[in-house]
């Protein structure tokens, strides 16, 4: 089994090659990709040193599988390449999401829509994943009629420099005259809350927050219910957390919304108030589960729920979701 991960020296390309690592995926050849000034470097893996090569050589080198994170335009211009060479790719960025002819796939929900035909998979953005991981098993037992979810995403979203950007800012904090990292945002994210993931598009809201419009409903097969949202980078690292008001079709009692939620695969429930247990990003991070808690009645409006979702942007939101259906092709003898 040749595998390629593209963007390998990036903070997702590490991680997937972590999470590989750790699931004994069936990896007999690892060819690790990245941009110009990384190729030659050597990237380890289970104990053995691998060399960086160009795009062009892992083309030439016809991998069976190759998982991407290395940029939306990176995407667009290789990918097809890759699947041209007999390779299937599993891509993490935005480059083909919302393309009519790609699959957009959470293994747990929608695995059943990838045949040995597609070559280019798309895996989902980091919040939709969280957020749909949870609204699938509710949809199933109750409807959906309409979502409203806010974000408060990590910097490790961001990527490598958005991390030092924070950890610059507080060093700063703590010594004034500490050199300053580069800065990524257009404000400071220590000791304050951007609300801006993405650059804006003409209709006011970010490309974040059209990602999470918009692909739940392509994973979730289901265009009937409405959905909106807010996303906001906070001064976090170690995940994803979501407020979500969810207004269902058909009325609940919050036992057997626990239960429902208790039931899906990759989804842990944490709703202990009495001992103070609730999701976070400080008990989420290097887990691969999606945590939900807080769960409860919306007393403004009838069949509503609100509840509090966490997940680690980097693994169930990146890496891992992209192992795990790398996982399931090798499990159905397509690669």
């Avoid at 692909?215 to 906070?234: Q, Y």
């Amino acid at each position: 089994m040749k595998l390629a991960v593209v963007g390998a020296t990036g903070m997702v390309g590490q991680v997937m090659l972590k999470v590989l690592e750790e699931r004994n995926f069936p990896v007999s050849e690892l060819i690790p990709v990245a941009s110009e000034k990384s190729v030659g470097t050597k990237i380890s893996f289970k104990g053995n040193a691998y060399e960086v090569v160009s795009l062009e050589k892992a083309v030439e080198l016809k991998p069976k599988i190759a998982l991407f994170s290395a940029g939306g335009q990176t995407s667009l211009d290789w990918a097809p390449k890759f699947a041209e060479a007999g390779c299937t790719v599993v891509d993490n960025s935005s480059a083909w999401r919302m393309d009519a002819g790609k699959k957009l796939v959470v293994p747990e929900i929608n695995a059943d829509v990838l045949t040995k035909d597609d070559k280019i998979i798309a895996n989902p953005n980091c919040s939709t994943i969280q957020l749909v991981m949870v609204l699938e098993p509710l949809r199933k037992k109750y409807g959906l009629k309409r979502v409203i979810v806010s974000t408060y995403q990590s910097v490790t979203g961001t990527g490598k420099n958005a991390v030092n950007q924070l950890e610059s800012e507080i060093e700063n904090y703590i010594s004034p005259n500490s050199s300053a990292a580069e800065k990524v945002y257009p404000y400071p994210i220590f000791k304050n809350a951007l609300p801006q993931c993405d650059v804006f598009s003409d209709d006011f809201y970010t490309k974040e927050e059209l990602k999470l419009m918009r692909e739940p409903k392509k994973i979730l097969r289901d265009e009937g219910f409405g959905i909106s949202a807010t996303a906001v980078r906070v001064p976090v690292q170690g995940g994803h957390s979501e407020s979500v008001n969810i207004e269902l079709q058909k009325d609940f009692e919050l036992e057997e919304v626990r239960e429902v939620l208790s039931q899906m695969p990759g989804v842990k429930v944490l709703d202990d108030l009495e001992n103070l247990q609730y999701p976070m990003p400080l008990f989420a991070e290097g887990k691969d589960e999606v945590f939900v808690g807080r769960i409860r009645r919306d007393f403004s409006q009838p069949n509503t729920l609100n509840l509090w979702i966490v997940a680690d942007n980097l693994r169930k939101g990146a890496a891992t979701n992209t192992v795990q259906i790398a996982e399931y092709l090798v499990q159905q003898g397509w690669v």
